[in-house]
Structures are given as C-alpha cells and as structure tokens.
C-alpha cells in the first residue's frame, strides 16, 4: 500500500514526509508544540508586547512551570525579563496552558542570514568538492535519484535548489 501523495496546499511538514525527509515524531511533536504555543503567547500578549518583539519572538521551550522564549536582540530580551511578572499575570490568568507558569526564560537567538555560522560556507564547498571528486564516476542509484527527485518537488521551495537537484538526477 503506497502513500498518498499530498496535494500542493498541504503543510510543509505533510510533504517532507511524503518524501521520506520528516522529522522523527518526537521533534515534530515537539515542533507543533511550540508552535502551538508561540501563537498563543503572541495572541495573549498582543496587547503588550510591541510589534517588533512580538513578530521575532517564538517558544522554543515549555514545562507547566517555566516558558522559554526565544528573540532575536537583546533589547527585547531585555524588555521581557524586565516586564516578566506582568506577561506572567497575564498569560496565567488568561490561558490554560500557562496557568501554572512560575517563570519565563528569554534567550537571543540571531536569524540565520545574520548568522556567522554561515560565513565558512567556502570551507565546507572545498571539502564538497573534494567528496564529489571521489564520487563523480559512480552513478545515483534509481532509489537516490527518486528520493531527490521527490525532494526537488514536495520538500523544496527555492527555485534555483529545485532546478539544480534536477538536473543533478537528469545528467
């Protein structure tokens, strides 16, 4: 029995999966989890969070009793420990969810085009081409062509990946 394929309005992680490529469940437990959440934080505290926070701010860890929270500067990292007691009133009076909520934690997390993780890219591309070097006479087998092939399709969104993991299947 094979698996449907989703339709083009499915959700990313419905198509990652189709693909073979979705995360183990616990992650994306986890994951719709904190999404879950995120949004209801951000529902709860529209009213007192300026905007600029609110659309950086994002729950990458939750207990019953403490809510990690993370932003992309420290100025608005500060802003929430500042103002703590007060968004903790608030989402504890106003949810479910956070009713026993004690504590929030808020780290800076920066996004990664500001990253400098991304810089030694050019490292990375010398020992890929090295790796490719030693690989380039064997050809992709029916079942890698097919996997990259359903990941150019279901799981990618930019344009110029699709194109080049196609073509890398077609030569």
Avoid at 28 to 54: H, Q, S
Avoid at 84 to 105: D, G
Wanted: aromatic letters at 4%.
């Amino acid at each position: 029995m094979s698996k449907k394929q989703p339709n083009r309005l499915a959700q990313l992680i419905d198509h990652q999966a189709f693909a073979g490529s979705a995360l183990p469940q616990t992650l994306a437990d986890n994951m719709r989890l904190y999404i879950k959440a995120t949004n209801e934080v951000k529902e709860l505290l529209i009213d007192c969070l300026p905007e600029e926070i609110l659309n950086t701010c994002w729950v990458v860890g939750l207990t019953s009793e403490q809510l990690i929270l993370s932003v992309e500067s420290t100025t608005a990292a500060n802003h929430i420990r500042y103002l703590q007691s007060a968004y903790l009133r608030v989402l504890a009076e106003q949810s479910i969810t956070f009713k026993q909520l004690k504590q929030i934690r808020v780290i800076v997390a920066k996004t990664s085009a500001d990253n400098s993780l991304t810089k030694p890219a050019s490292s990375l591309s010398a020992i890929n081409s090295k790796s490719l070097a030693a690989n380039e006479n064997k050809a992709l087998s029916q079942n890698t062509k097919r996997t990259i092939s359903q990941a150019a399709e279901h799981v990618t969104t930019d344009e110029k990946l699709k194109k080049a993991l196609l073509r890398l299947i077609n030569d």
